[in-house]
Structures are given as C-alpha cells and as structure tokens.
C-alpha cells in the first residue's frame, strides 16, 4: 500500500493531474466568463509559513513521547499539515499562504502514545489538531492559536494496522490511521468488504471516517459510516472512553453516535471495531432517465420507502445531467459524468473531507446554446438524451432480483433505462471529481460543492433556496445538484457551483457560501450531510442546534478537554 | 381509546386477570417447591403512603401553572405512580408498601406547561419524575429524594395527540402521553403503522419508548424506536431543545440518540416526529423446529447476516421450548407460548418498561421428568417436538418472497418448518405474559425477566455466565432464555426465571440480579437491551461506561438539568 502523501497544492497524485483540454477552457470563456490567466500553485519551498512557535525543549518533549523521529518540523511537513482540501484552501495553498500550518506534525504509534502526548499538550497548553487523510473540505484542520503555545498536528498515519477480524460477528477492528483503499485489501483478504466509498476515499482514513460522520456513494446499501461503527476507544484529556459491548443496547444514551461526528473536539479515536460484510460478487451500475428532477425523486423517494433499494442511488438534476451527458469524454481523467463523481465525503480525521468539485463541463452543452445553469432538460447535444440521469448501482452475492425489483418501481414512475454505459461512465469517474477541481482553478474558475438534507416534502424549498442564494451571491454561476444519499424519510442536496473567480475568489467563495448557508438553515435542512461542520459551518450549525444543544457540546468538551487543546475552533460554536 | 389505568398492584386490565389452573399450581409445588400460601395484594385504600412533603402554597404554585384540577394528591392518585412494574415494585406494592410514592402527580397539557413546570421544581428544588406509561421494570421512576422539598410524577397523559402526518416524508408527529395502541388506531386511519409492538404496547406510551430506547417485538422489520425517531422537541430546566432537521446529518454529533436512553434524567420529550410505515397488507406467523439453541443461534445469525431478515425473528433456547410447547393451553389467558410472550421492552416515560415475566409453564414437561432448567431438546410431552423453537413473522405489502427466502435459509441450516400454529400462538399471547406473572406471583413464586445483547460470537459465553450466576444465587431455578433482537453484529438474551420465593422474595431477587448483572459485565456484555438502567442498572451502567463515559453523562446532566431535579438517582451513576 501506498503511503504517499497528497498533493499539497491540491488533490491525490501529481501523476494522475490532467491538463484541461481546450474545449473546456472554450467553455469555461464563453459560458462562464473566465478570463483570468493560468494560475499555477507557488513551489512549496516558496510558501510562507509563521516560526516555529514551540521551543527547543517542548518539541523535545514531543519526541520523548512519540520517538524523536516522529516529530517533524520541516517545512515540507508544516505545509503538507497546513489546511485541508476544501476550495478556499486550496486556493490559499496555491497562493503560498502557509500560514495556518501547524507548528509541528507528530506520529504516535500507539493508544498509550496518544493518552499522553494529550496529557502532555494539556499541560503545556498546545492546541492538537488530529489529523488523518487530510481531506477536510470545511475548515477541520486549522486550529485557533490564541492561548495557546503552538499548535501540532497529531497525524495518525503510523497507527494504520487491522488489528483483527471476528468473521462470525462480522466486525473488525482497526487503528484510526488507516487509509480506505488499503482497509478493503486487508479486508479482501478475509472475503470482507466495508463497502464505504466516499469521493475522499483513496486517502481518507477509517478514523476519519468516523470522526467526520461519513456517508460514502453505496450508503443506500452499505449504510452510513455511522451504521458501521459498533465500537470505539477514544483518548480523551479526562481519559480512556472505550464504547460498544453490544449492536445495539438500551443501556442510556448511545455514546458512540456523541463521538461520530465530533470531528477531534471531544478526543482522539485510537481504535475502532467496524461491522464488515461479505465483498460482493457480483457489481452492475446502470442509467435510467427520468423527465425531470421532480420525477427522478419520486422515484428515489419510492425506492427508499417501498423498496428494494438498490446500493448505489442517485439522481442529478437538469443542469447537472446536461453538463455531464454533453460531452462524456471532454474531461479526460473525470471520466465523463464528473458531476456524478461528486458524491464526496470526509474523511480528515477530526475533520472532514468531501471533494466533490464537478465535474463534466462538456463544451457541446454551450455551443448548444444553453446558459449557465439554465438547461432544464433539454437534450445535450451528441444525442445524449435530455431529463435527469439516474445511476442506479447493485452489489451483492447476486443481484438479479434487487435489480428487477427496482427497475419495476424506476419503469413504473417513468423512469427510461439507458443501459450499462453511464454505471460504467460513472464508476470509472467516481473518485476523479477532485483532480478535475485542481484543473479548473488552475484555469481561473472556482469550484466548490456544499450539501444539506432534509426531509423528503421539504427538498424542493431547500434546492430553491440554495440555487437562489448563490445566484445571488454569484451572478451567473453554473449550479449543478444531486440527490446521493436517500432514507425512508428524506434525502441529501448535493450542489456543484462553477463560477469564473472575480476580486479575491476566497473572499468571493466565503460570500456565496454564507448565503446558501443561511438559506440551507433558513429552509429548515442541515448544515451538512457529510461534509461536517469543521470552522466553515460552525456559526451555522449553532442555530441550527440552538442554545440548548450549543450547551450540550460544550458541557461535554468542557469536561473531556478541560484545556480545549483539541482543534480549537473547529465544531463548537 | 381507553385511558383506563392498569392494574395498580400488577399488569394490565383487571378484567383480563386469570386464575392459575390446578396443573400449573402442581408444577410450581412440584417442580420448584412453590410452598407459600395465595397471597392475595392488599386492598388499594391500605397501601401506606408518607405523607405528602409539598407544602399547599407549593400545591397551589403547581395548580397555576396546569391547571388546579391537575394536580392530584389523593391516595388512590399517589399508588399509581408509586413504582414501575418490575417484579420487586410489584412484591412491594402488593404487600402494601407504597413509601416511594411521589407527593402529588401533575398533568400538564402543552410543552410551555412542562417548561415552566420545569423553572418552577428548578426554583422549588422539587424532584421531578417524568411518567408515560408507568411500566419501567428497572426502578425508572423512583426518585431519591434526598435534599428535596419532594417528588412530583409528571404524568403526559394529556399529552396524547397525534399532531400532523407528513405522508411523503412518511413521518408522523406525536404528543408523548399517546399510548402506542392510540397511536396505531390513529395512524391506521392514513393506512400508516409505526410497527413498534414491545410487550409493553398495550400501555406503553410513544415518549416511553424514546426516553427508554425501546425495541419492539418487530424490530427486525421496523427497527428500534431510536430507527424511527426522526426528530424529538425536548424541555430542560435550561430551555427547549429541538432536534433532527434531516434524516441524518454530518453536522456533529447525534444530539437525538443522547435524549434517546436518557431516561428523563437530561429533560422531558415533549412531542416526537417518528418515521411510520404503510401498513401490512399480510401478516404471517409461522414455526421452525431446530435441535438445539447453538444451531437456532446459526440461523438467526445467518439470516440478520444475508438476509432475508423477517420482520419478526426470535429463537427460544431448548427449556423455554420445552416449557411453551408441553401444554400450551395451560395457562388461558398467557395464549400457550407464554415465555414467547416475553420481548419485553421499556416504555414508562423517563423510564425503561418490560414487562416479561414468562410464561408457560405447562405442567407435562414436569410430568415427563424434566428437572427445572434441565431439558436440553428433550420433547415435551404431549407429542410436541423438542429442540428449540423459532417464531417467524412476516409483514409487508406482500410476503411470498422474503418468507421463501427466509425459508431457504432455515431449511439450509437445520430447520424444520413447524406451520402456522405456533405463529398463531405467539401471536395471540405476544403481549400477555404479565398479566401470568400477577398469577405467579399471587401462587408464590417469583418470576422476573432480565436481557443483555452482545455480538454473535461473544454470546455462548454471556449465556452460560447468565445462566450460572442465576443458579448459583437460586438454588433450582427455572431458566429459560430467547433471542429476540438480532442484528448483523450480533442479538439480544432475553432470560425469564421462575424459583420459589424463600425468605424475603425481594432481598431473594435481589441478590440474583445483582449476581447476573455482575455476570454480564463480566461477560462483555450490555447490562441492558431494552429494559434500560433505571434505578436498578445504574451502578453496573457505571462500570459498563466506565469513569469517562460516567463524567459525560454529568456533564450534560449539570449543564441542562444544574438543580439536579430531573429523575435523581436514575440513570446517571
């Protein structure tokens, strides 16, 4: 397996970044108004980062916990620990501003190793932010200083092992530090899969999966990460907190789903005991289309409450289908439908990723005539047809019965099967959305992604409100959404914005996104089905939960963290 | 709807009590040396109660905010809300002793009610006991009273609407106090069901079920009460708490599964918004035959592991078969398969329910010369089959399929189909096996329920460690146990005893409780599946959570609740 690091500019590896070809660029000019020049990222010995703020003698006591070799303080470290991947980051990176980076990156190699570099920092007042695949798109990876001594990345990448597998309970155990891709060879070994595919997932961590509340592309089938965790150990400041004896109890509240989701504020997760299933033997994805985004999601709604559910759901609207459905093969490495690569999800531990840029601009759509974000329906050209495209996904010991089911329900609620092709489109592009991001900055337009859920009858005023903030905030952006995540009772919003950068595109991006934010909580969905709350979402998320429920975290973090050395900053409002 | 209140000194319906047939008598003299008289409950009007500790300025205060017609301080008032109804609460309550009875029992009939209820026992240090459905078989509504004024029951029993059905998102709102068979009725009328049938049901309230982190007979089908609660309005002593914009969210923890289990130690839920279901259009019961529990295990196992999972799916071990099966029209009123009449599960509000006593012991099996616990597969007399019964249930739109899956999956492993028979047993007697413990009771024996869960490879060992410590403290019991939750992880035990009382009969059980929850701790397991923690569990809950988990319980609990007055001494250790 691979343990090498991202990109620090950008996403994944180096060797797997596209130029973007020319028609894209035409289009980027003529439908978005894109005029700045390429902009390439600074070299990384020429970004700028802060002193050291941590003495000789503090850095020493680092490595007297973790080894000294553990405890890295070059620039290449600081600056590849520095910030997470959302577009703002990036962004910055670009530019060569570093100056959020931690101050030190340490490796611990063990529970007890993290226990007491957490004791260590407590008393010594240095702010930890742990870290994992660093993917987070929200913020999750920047600590704030004040107060504080310094800051040191607690990168979890030494603590990477299976640790075991009880094949009859269906559950094995990890360390935190363990990419996903290398989690599924392990597993693959035993016949064993997780079955958790977010977009961050070939360098998002199983740690970070479960601190960032992941929710991966086959979540209809394999459920949420949340679904997944039976069991945790968890180094807090305060202590050990070692949760799950059973699948479920009614032993008082579920401390575990207060962990999921608590994005390194609450502790470190040093173990983790994940339910597996049998990998599949058998895998199809499949388009169908519908007529329209109202259509395509009565007929995901139908699928999810009546069954059978297949494991991969999703449903673009008329934008998203045009733009990916124009030119399948404009895009290179996306892989045609690049918008329907854009399920993404996080995974920086103690933060989150999700790295949904889109996505296919196929330049037919524009010399076709249609304005930015204005198709709503009609046929791309290249005799894709128009609507909305379905990718409908099965995996499982045998799939014909799963399949047909649902294609009864898809057929009977109007539904059109268009064959393997775009399954094939899209599982070739699925984890590509972020180097096409790369790409696309890198052209002077900015990229970006947010997501919400809600309940299904209050979806069609949570993507009004959405679209319109951002045509507000905007101008003429392209804005593209799909449905990736549905339930009994309501489903994710998952929007793709393409816009050309005007002034400083970071304070242009903070504009737009405060607005759909606002309009996310306004319409009454949450802040974010996957993304997580980092310090991007954190005014937001306090009105989304209200006083009481802002209590409620730092009641806990007050007595977990005392010093609230973990990510300052970042969750609690 | 009926509110008639149950039985003050046991289960139920007074109607529907029934005498022990002579054959049942015989068994318990002769099989477990039942020696003690009929010792019938003291009359209602000679329960002792204190006196009632809330001065009537206090009395008056509360009458301000709901109503002076709401507050009830008559004797008769005061023992229905003394205790819950595990075996010792009704061992007390029939022997006349009703000390832990609350002062007065308050009736609010909106959420601004109990808010301000709330402020007002926060100013007064007056202890506040939230009460559904009374039915907490672990000490759930008992409060300590130690340093204050006195102990109101605040019962939501005017809390009783359903207040909106959203049909596309397919969720449902509900006051609490709604008794789960109001509930259905009125959701029958949409052609909905929530599918939520503990053994509680018939006096279980829907804020009960939360509180408590109910599981119902059906839970292979419609999952726990926590699958179904999309969103919960919850009042505190610090503000009013409202959760669940989304079906599920990645922003932050799960704030919803800290309320569920909670018992009404952080607050009083005061409406829930709950997933519902169309209702079945077919209903099938039906009977499997396997040689011993080991092997039933491997089905059960295999089918919550690939599918198809019935809705319902439980698995007696080979003495409570045997027990069921000898003479399953011994007991009248507990419909034959008396102990597979024992999912109990929680519903008192703040408080846990279950309800399980068993069951049916059928006088051949001690004819046959089956010792007590001793019957490994042996047939029951009466040309009954031995080995262990399975009860599978199957509901929907349309059965066929999943029953001929299910079916293969039985056959495959061992399983020999029995019919319909036994599913119309189960059926008929599925929510009856309190009122047969009243019957016990009143012949002298003792007879309580206690359950754990545990992941699949791990119960062998919390099943021989149960089953130990109850011998060990019991002398001769009659032990039976079924599996009656499953999961992909692993399931529930769900363990009835019957002994003979001998000495006093409360210090007796006491002592056998206290050795098989120290055994389950032991053992991995949780201390409770569906019955919660209550008064009762609270300290082998403490050692379960361990010392960090016990200071996040109280630091939520010090920051919603800093007077302490919410349901002191339940839950939080």
Redesign the interface.
Same mark, same amino acid.
């Given at each position: 397996m691979t343990r090498e690091p991202m990109l620090w500019s950008g996403w994944g590896d180096p060797a797997r970044a596209r130029e973007l070809p020319e028609p894209v660029r035409a289009l980027l000019r003529d439908l978005l108004g894109v005029r700045s020049p390429e902009t390439p990222p600074v070299p990384l010995e020429d970004v700028r980062l802060a002193p050291v703020s941590l003495s000789a003698a503090l850095l020493e006591e680092l490595g007297g916990v973790v080894g000294g070799p553990h405890v890295l303080t070059s620039h290449e470290a600081r600056v590849r620990h520095a910030r997470g991947k959302s577009t703002p980051d990036l962004l910055l990176m670009r530019a060569g501003d570093g100056l959020d980076a931690p101050d030190a990156v340490v490796l611990p190699g063990s529970h007890e190793e993290v226990a007491e570099l957490l004791a260590l920092c407590a008393r010594e007042r240095i702010a930890v932010v742990p870290f994992g695949g660093g993917t987070s798109v929200v913020g999750g990876l920047v600590a704030s200083r004040a107060g504080f001594a310094g800051v040191v990345a607690l990168d979890l990448g030494r603590m990477d092992r299976l640790l075991s597998v009880?094949a009859?309970?269906? %559950?094995a155990a990890f360390e935190p530090g363990l990419r996903a891709p290398e989690a599924e060879r392990l597993l693959a070994a035993h016949g064993l899969t997780l079955g958790h595919f977010p977009q961050s997932y070939e360098y998002a961590t199983l740690g970070g999966f479960a601190a960032?509340?992941?929710?991966g592309q086959a979540s209809a089938g394999y459920g949420?990460f949340?679904d997944m965790v039976?069991g945790l150990t968890?180094a807090?400041p305060?202590? @050990?907190? $070692? #949760?799950g004896?059973?699948?479920?109890?009614?032993? &008082?509240?579920?401390?575990r789903?207060? %962990?999921? &989701?608590? $994005?390194g504020a609450f502790g470190v997760i040093t173990s983790l005991r994940l339910?597996v299933?049998?990998a599949p033997a058998e895998k199809v994805y499949e388009g169908w289309r519908f007529g329209s985004f109202a259509e395509g999601t009565a007929a995901l709604?139908a699928l999810a409450?009546?069954g059978p559910l297949p494991t991969v759901v999703r449903l673009s609207d008329e934008t998203e289908t045009m733009v990916g459905l124009a030119k399948p093969d404009a895009i290179g490495a996306s892989g045609g439908h690049g918008a329907d690569g854009g399920t993404g999800v !996080?995974s920086g531990h103690g933060a =989150?990723g999700g790295h949904a840029a889109d996505g296919g601009h196929g330049s037919r759509s524009a010399d076709g005539g249609h304005g930015a974000d204005g198709g709503t329906g009609g046929s791309g050209s290249g005799g894709a047809p128009g609507g909305c495209l379905v990718i409908a996904g099965y995996e499982g010991?045998s799939v014909a019965?799963v399949r047909a089911g649902a294609a009864a329900v898809l057929t009977r609620l109007g539904g059109e099967p268009l064959g393997e092709e775009p399954g094939r489109s899209w599982e070739h592009g699925r984890f590509s959305a972020p180097y096409l991001r790369d790409s696309l900055l890198a052209a002077g337009a900015t990229v970006e992604t947010l997501e919400?859920? !809600?309940?299904?009858? /209050?979806l069609p005023r949570l993507y009004d409100a959405v679209r319109l903030a951002l045509h507000g905030a905007l101008g003429s952006p392209l804005v593209m959404c799909h449905i990736s995540?549905v339930? $009994? @009772? /309501?489903?994710?919003l998952y929007f793709t914005v393409v816009t050309a950068q005007r002034g400083d595109p970071v304070e242009q991006w903070a504009r737009a996104k405060e607005a759909a934010t606002a309009a996310v909580v306004e319409a !009454?969905?949450?802040?974010? =089905?996957? =993304? &997580? %709350?980092g310090r991007d979402?954190r005014e937001a998320?306090a009105a $989304?939960? !209200?006083? %009481? &429920?802002v209590?409620? #975290?730092?009641?806990?973090k007050?007595?977990?963290d005392p010093a609230g050395i973990l990510n300052p900053g970042v969750?609690i409002p």
């Open positions: 009880d009859e309970s269906m %559950v960032a509340r992941s929710s949420r949340d039976a968890v807090t305060t202590g @050990t907190l $070692e #949760l004896r059973a699948p479920k109890s009614a032993a &008082g509240p579920d401390l789903q207060l %962990v999921l &989701g608590s $994005e339910r299933r049998r709604r409450q009546e !996080g =989150h010991a019965a919400t859920a !809600g309940f299904w009858s /209050g995540h339930y $009994e @009772t /309501g489903a994710s !009454g969905g949450t802040v974010s =089905h996957h =993304h &997580g %709350v979402h998320y $989304e939960l !209200g006083p %009481v &429920g209590q409620i #975290l730092r009641a806990v007050d007595r977990l969750l």
